[in-house]
Each structure stands twice: as C-alpha cells, then as structure tokens.
C-alpha cells in the first residue's frame, strides 16, 4: 500500500523581500501583485503531506515502512489497492536502520507478506521492488541484485542490498521481493544526481528488517547488545605495526570501564577477529553482529594481542540507544602559557602534559600521555590527522609519559627495522584512536 503523512508546520515569519526594479518598468505590478501575495500568509501555519510506500507482514494490521516516510508526522493514512484507507498508529521506529513500524484496525484480516527466512540471496538474482514511486501508486518494477553489503554511510549498520530494479522517491519503505514471492528487503535509498532512478538502490535487507520489526512489535523500541568498546578499521600499516599479518578484524582502541568487553579482558589494542563462531573481516561487520546478538549471551570472541590468538568469553550488555558519550574536559584559559615543546618525533612537537597544556588545549583531567603541540603539515602524521592538543598515550603498545619516551620508543623500532610506528591516540574529549605513522 501507500502511506500518506501530514503535518504542521509554521510558516516563514520573515516577509518575502521585493526585488529592485528599474523605475517605470512593466514588470513592476507583477512585482507588487505576487510578493504582496507571498506576504499575506506570515507567521502562519499550512499542512505538508508526504507520500510512500509500506506492505502488511501481519494479517492484524501490522505494517512496515521507512522511519523516514512517517518521522514528525502528525496523521498516517495507509492506502490499500482496493480504494481503502485507515488511519495508521506507530507502534515504534528505529532510526539507525530506518524501519518503522504502524498498526491498523482492519474491520477483515489483510493479506500478509512474509520476510524471506533465507540470507543466500546472491548478486545476479531477480528481484522485484513494488511501491509508490512519485504518487502514482502501486507500481512494480523489476531488475538484479547489483550488490550486497553495501555502506553508503547512513548509520552503524550498514549492510544494504544494492539493485539496479527502478526505485524513485515514493518507493520508499515499499518491499523487494525475490522470485518466490517473499520480503528479501525493504526499499529505502537511492543514488540519483538527477532525483530519478539511475539504477543504483539500495533496500535494508530481511536479516536486518525482521529482527528490528520483531522487536518494535514486542516492545514498541529496539534492544540490541552491546560490547563496550570503540573500534576502527585496520589499514595495512597498523597490521603491520601490530605483527598481525594481513589486515583483517575490527582493532579495539578503547574500552568502557563499565562494559562488558572490560570485564572480559579485552584490552586496547587487542583486534577482533571473531565474535560468536562469525569471521570479522572489516571492522564495520562487529556492530552489526554485535547488535543482533541476544543480550545476555554468553560469547566466544577471538582477538590478536601481541600478534598472538587468544580466546576470550564476553556476556552482552545491554546497549543504552539514548547514551551520550561525556568527557571531563577543563575550562581554557585565555591567559594560560603556551607549553614549550621539548622535542620533535615524527614530525611531532611534544610537550609534557602539565597544567599549562591541559588549560591550552582543554584536555580532559583523566587523560594521561604527551601532548603534541605542533605538527609538520609535511609529515605523515598531518596526513592522518594529527592535530595540536592530541595526547600520546602509548607508543607499540606501551605507555608514554614524557616527549623523551617517545623518541626512546620510536628509536627502538627503528632499530628492528619496524617501517611504522603505532601510536594510540586521544583526542582532548578522550576519545581514542590507533594511528601508524611511517618512521623515516
């Protein structure tokens, strides 16, 4: 079906401004007639009304759409292909994946779609997108799949299905269906310079879909397990620095003091490789699979220290959806003295991490290492954006405390013959991050 929306939305309170005109010229009563016009309606309110798609997954009147399709709405009507129309609730919406859920009181069951219970559907296999492209209504299209496990850098848990059957605005939250008519995805995004399909789409796959429906109908919310760790990618030149060979795995550059990753031993700088049985080969794999995993579960992770395997047992946490990540950071000075640096490393200027530093760059109270102060915008280190105020809080995976330990350090894997050195970072906030810089 279609889903409509309306809201309410306040009017421009600024007047529309009348464009200079040459005195005299014709122009100037269509001028005056259509901004007199514009202006009439300040600081009022007018309803907006928005079009797209959704399908049925539950005879009772359990319907699926984009969170996009529905968000601020103040009505949500479902049109149904027989000319039938109901008032739509929302049951719950998950923004990080784009699903929403509504609810409808049909006075006879619908027809229900269900969502394929296979993840084999491969790049080559036809699919079919049903939806409302523009308004028309319901229109089918038809194509392959293009792609799988695609990030396009809408949110944590990107794994779209890439298609090349015509999507258009309106189709969104509409079905794609595979060939045995069941829900392989959900329709939400499209490239398009133009606005129009260009045959590049890309739908929230059913493994993804149905666990977020699932839980949106059960507790009107997600409740997705959580970790406790910050990771990052692994590029080639901090496999290197680590000893661990090709890059693979999700490196763990912090770790939350009241999570469940600490409690089970796992350490910056350690790299995941595989959590509960499933391979990560690239970092942005851990999330996902550490969300849909049941909370409270006790896990198998494998993880890279020192180079070595080890296995370890985490039991998920909960993850708080509403969590804001807070520093202790203190106030800048305006008068504090800049600190001198002692030596350069790296195309670094380091300095100790003293009282002056902290007020100069509003380090956070808690963080411990060596302040750089300059950086060589030349150097390797500009080039992965180091920036005046980070802290080096370890070097190859030993703690730092003074400019002289650094260079000591990076002397050290210059005499083994290391071509990088691997140095964990934070930013004055805290937040951290493991860089590799090339040692000249």
């Given at each position: 079906m279609n889903i409509s929306t309306s809201q309410q939305v306040v009017g421009n309170n600024r007047p529309v401004p009348l464009p200079k005109v040459p005195e005299g010229s014709p122009f100037q009563e269509f001028f005056d007639e259509f901004f007199d016009n514009q202006n009439r309606g300040?600081?009022?309110?007018?309803?907006?009304?928005?079009?797209?798609?959704?399908?049925?997954?539950?005879?009772?009147?359990?319907?699926v759409t984009n969170n996009h399709?529905?968000?601020?709405?103040?009505?949500?009507?479902?049109?149904?292909?027989?000319?039938?129309?109901?008032?739509?609730?929302?049951?719950?919406?998950?923004?990080?994946?784009?699903?929403?859920?509504?609810?409808?009181?049909?006075?006879?069951?619908?027809?229900?779609?269900?969502?394929?219970?296979?993840?084999?559907?491969?790049?080559?296999?036809?699919?079919?997108?049903?939806?409302n492209p523009f308004g028309l209504g319901g229109t089918v299209t038809v194509?392959?799949?293009?792609?799988?496990?695609?990030?396009?850098?809408?949110?944590?848990?990107?794994?779209?299905?890439?298609?090349?059957?015509?999507?258009?605005?309106?189709n969104s939250g509409g079905p794609l269906f595979d060939m045995n008519g069941a829900v392989v995805g959900v329709n939400t995004a499209i490239?398009?310079?133009s606005g129009g399909s260009i045959g590049i789409g890309f739908a929230v796959p059913s493994e993804i879909a149905r666990g977020v429906v699932n839980q949106l109908v059960e507790f009107g919310e997600t409740r997705r397990g959580w970790l406790g760790v910050n990771i990052q990618q692994v590029t080639d030149e901090l496999?290197?620095?680590?000893?661990?060979?090709?890059?693979?795995?999700?490196?763990?550059?912090?770790?939350?003091?009241?999570?469940?990753?600490?409690?089970?031993?796992?350490?910056?700088?350690?790299?995941?490789?595989?959590?509960?049985g499933q391979p990560i080969t690239q970092m942005r794999e851990l999330p996902r699979i550490v969300a849909t995993t049941d909370i409270g579960k006790a896990v198998d992770v494998t993880v890279l220290r020192q180079g070595a395997e080890e296995k370890l047992q985490v039991t998920l946490g909960r993850l708080d959806e509403t969590q804001a990540a807070q520093a202790d950071t203190t106030?800048?000075?305006?008068?504090?003295?800049?600190?001198?640096?002692?030596?350069?490393?790296?195309?670094l200027s380091l300095s100790v991490l003293d009282d002056a530093?902290?007020?100069?760059?509003?380090?956070?109270?808690?963080?411990?290492?060596?302040?750089?102060?300059?950086?060589?915008?030349?150097?390797?280190?500009?080039?992965?954006?180091?920036?005046?105020g980070d802290t080096i809080v370890e070097v190859a995976q030993e703690a730092v405390s003074t400019p002289e330990d650094v260079a000591s350090a990076v002397a050290e894997l210059k005499k083994i013959d290391r071509r990088s050195?691997?140095?964990?970072?934070?930013?004055?906030?805290?937040?951290?991050?493991?860089?590799a810089l090339r040692i000249d």
């Open positions: 300040e600081g009022g309110s007018r309803k907006v009304q928005s079009l797209g798609s959704g399908f049925v997954v539950d005879a009772s009147g359990i319907i399709v529905i968000e601020d709405a103040d009505e949500i009507i479902a049109n149904f292909n027989d000319g039938s129309k109901l008032t739509a609730e929302l049951i719950g919406r998950d923004e990080k994946t784009d699903i929403a859920v509504l609810r409808v009181k049909p006075d006879k069951p619908l027809t229900a779609v269900k969502f394929s219970e296979t993840e084999q559907i491969r790049v080559g296999d036809w699919v079919m997108a049903i939806g194509g392959i799949v293009s792609a799988r496990n695609r990030d396009i850098n809408s949110g944590p848990y990107d794994n779209y299905i890439q298609t090349d059957a015509a999507i258009n605005r309106g490239i398009s310079p496999a290197e620095s680590l000893g661990i060979g090709a890059a693979r795995g999700a490196l763990v550059a912090g770790v939350a003091d009241d999570g469940p990753a600490k409690a089970a031993g796992i350490r910056p700088g350690d790299v995941i490789v595989s959590f509960d106030v800048e000075e305006p008068d504090a003295p800049a600190p001198k640096p002692m030596e350069k490393v790296l195309g530093a902290r007020q100069q760059f509003s380090i956070g109270a808690d963080i411990r290492g060596v302040v750089v102060t300059a950086v060589d915008p030349n150097s390797p280190a500009a080039e992965k954006r180091v920036t005046a050195a691997l140095l964990l970072i934070a930013n004055p906030q805290g937040e951290l991050r493991f860089v």
